[in-house]
């Protein structure tokens, strides 16, 4: 997957990426509880044409799953973005719980692909009130540096997930200072874990004494202010650590094992193109809703933005509540209430004869 320089926007660390990577997942659940669901994609000329090996999905689509191919090429306007989707694959099952359980799917994509779904009764009689709730786990990685180094619990989901509810009355020009300030330290972050992967890919193949940690910082300093926009590679690493040593020693060395030196960084950051990945998560609830985590309702279908930045740090939870009107409630009530008052009446008819 080829990737440009980073754009440190709202998570810092995005990487545009060429593959296609926008997805709609649209789920209709029936008063039964039964879900049907539909994901919509974008699909090459391979994949239409039927060559199933080019599965445009973050799952296997060949078992449960109905391959639809859309007559033409459909914009979608996804969060204030239009994007083109040719494909749409439709499973049914008896709950919402069906889908994260019956999936297969390559271990990288575990958090997009079985979101933990469900829907439970809380309260009420008459008309009972459920929530529905959606969990998409934390990206998996390994990154070396800790984001909790960077940043406060509180930081991390404001810079991520939003909500500014724990960080006071900021008016704008505050709130823009105090960004400011956490997007410095989220590129740092990123900056460090990209200089100490490479580093890390380049000393398997040196046999020479390790450099000392306050050698590195010294060289992770200067490469930090010199390279602040692009990518910190193992090449660049490699440039650095000769100019501060005053040998060619480091470029030698990446020169004569480049390839699996670079295959090494690249698996040390193979979640940083996952940060792209975006699905617009729609759903219908069978009641009417009184209360969602997000604003974004249309004609009674809610929708989250899902994406790679929102599951960088944490879990991301989607969470709604719905009532319905239970008929069976009303049915029994005036059932009951019918009987009373007949016994009652039977009773006071009884006691009037004697």
Same mark, same amino acid.
Request: with cysteine; charged share 25%; net charge positive.
């Given at each position: 997957?080829?990737?440009?320089?980073?754009?440190?926007?709202?998570?810092?660390?995005?990487?545009?990426?060429?593959?296609?990577?926008?997805?709609?997942?649209?789920?209709?659940?029936?008063?039964?509880?039964?879900?049907?669901?539909?994901?919509?994609?974008?699909?090459?000329?391979?994949?239409?044409?039927?060559?199933?090996?080019?599965?445009?999905?973050?799952?296997?689509?060949?078992?449960?799953?109905?391959?639809?191919?859309?007559?033409?090429?459909?914009?979608?306007?996804?969060?204030?973005?239009?994007?083109?989707? $040719?494909?749409?694959? &439709?499973?049914?099952?008896?709950?919402?719980?069906?889908?994260?359980?019956?999936?297969?799917?390559?271990?990288?994509?575990?958090?997009?692909?079985?979101?933990?779904? =469900? /829907? =439970?009764?809380?309260?009420?009689? +008459?008309?009972?009130?459920? =929530?529905?709730?959606?969990?998409?786990?934390?990206?998996?990685? $390994?990154?070396?540096?800790?984001?909790?180094?960077?940043? =406060?619990?509180? *930081?991390?989901?404001?810079?991520?997930?939003?909500?500014?509810?724990?960080?006071?009355?900021?008016?704008?020009?505050?709130?823009?200072? +105090?960004?400011?300030?956490? !997007?410095?330290? &989220? /590129?740092?972050?990123?900056?460090?874990?990209?200089?100490?992967?490479?580093?890390?890919?380049?000393?398997?193949?040196?046999?020479?004494?390790?450099?000392?940690?306050?050698?590195?910082?010294?060289? +992770?300093?200067?490469?930090?202010?010199?390279?602040?926009?692009? *990518?910190?590679?193992?090449? #660049?690493?490699?440039?650095?650590?000769?100019?501060?040593?005053?040998? @060619?020693?480091?470029?030698?060395?990446?020169?004569?094992?480049?390839?699996?030196?670079?295959?090494?960084?690249?698996?040390?950051?193979?979640?940083?193109?996952?940060? %792209?990945?975006?699905?617009?998560?729609? /759903?219908?609830?069978? %009641?009417?809703?009184? @209360?969602?985590?997000?604003?974004?309702?249309?004609?009674?279908?809610?929708?989250?933005?899902?994406?790679?930045?929102?599951?960088?740090?944490?879990?991301?939870?989607?969470?709604? !509540?719905?009532?319905? /009107?239970?008929?069976?409630? +009303?049915?029994?009530?005036?059932?009951?209430?019918?009987?009373?008052?007949?016994?009652?009446?039977?009773?006071?008819? #009884?006691?009037?004869?004697?």
């Amino acid at each position: 997957m080829k990737r440009s320089k980073p754009v440190f926007l709202l998570s810092a660390i995005l990487l545009i990426v060429s593959c296609n990577t926008n997805y709609r997942v649209v789920t209709t659940v029936s008063g039964n509880g039964n879900a049907h669901r539909e994901v919509y994609a974008k699909a090459d000329s391979a994949f239409i044409a039927g060559d199933l090996s080019k599965n445009p999905y973050y799952f296997d689509i060949s078992k449960g799953w109905k391959i639809v191919k859309l007559d033409s090429m459909y914009t979608f306007n996804l969060f204030g973005e239009e994007k083109q989707m $040719n494909v749409k694959v &439709v499973s049914e099952g008896p709950s919402i719980e069906y889908f994260s359980k019956n999936i297969k799917f390559k271990e990288q994509m575990r958090s997009f692909a079985i979101p933990n779904e =469900t /829907i =439970t009764k809380k309260r009420g009689w +008459f008309y009972p009130v459920y =929530t529905f709730k959606c969990v998409y786990k934390k990206l998996g990685h $390994n990154l070396p540096v800790s984001i909790d180094e960077y940043l =406060t619990k509180d *930081e991390q989901k404001l810079w991520s997930q939003g909500g500014f509810e724990n960080f006071g009355e900021f008016n704008g020009s505050e709130m823009n200072d +105090f960004l400011r300030g956490i !997007e410095k330290r &989220v /590129i740092e972050w990123y900056a460090k874990n990209s200089f100490e992967i490479s580093y890390a890919a380049i000393n398997k193949f040196n046999f020479e004494k390790p450099l000392s940690d306050s050698l590195k910082n010294d060289v +992770f300093n200067i490469i930090k202010s010199k390279y602040k926009e692009d *990518e910190i590679d193992p090449q #660049k690493v490699a440039s650095e650590l000769d100019r501060k040593l005053g040998t @060619d020693y480091y470029s030698r060395l990446y020169g004569m094992n480049k390839e699996p030196i670079d295959n090494n960084y690249e698996k040390g950051i193979e979640v940083i193109p996952l940060l %792209g990945y975006l699905i617009s998560y729609e /759903i219908r609830l069978p %009641g009417k809703i009184i @209360d969602a985590n997000t604003s974004n309702i249309k004609n009674g279908v809610i929708i989250w933005k899902v994406d790679g930045a929102r599951l960088m740090f944490d879990n991301y939870t989607l969470v709604a !509540e719905y009532r319905r /009107i239970n008929i069976w409630a +009303f049915i029994i009530s005036g059932v009951t209430l019918l009987l009373a008052l007949l016994s009652l009446s039977y009773i006071i008819k #009884k006691r009037v004869k004697r």
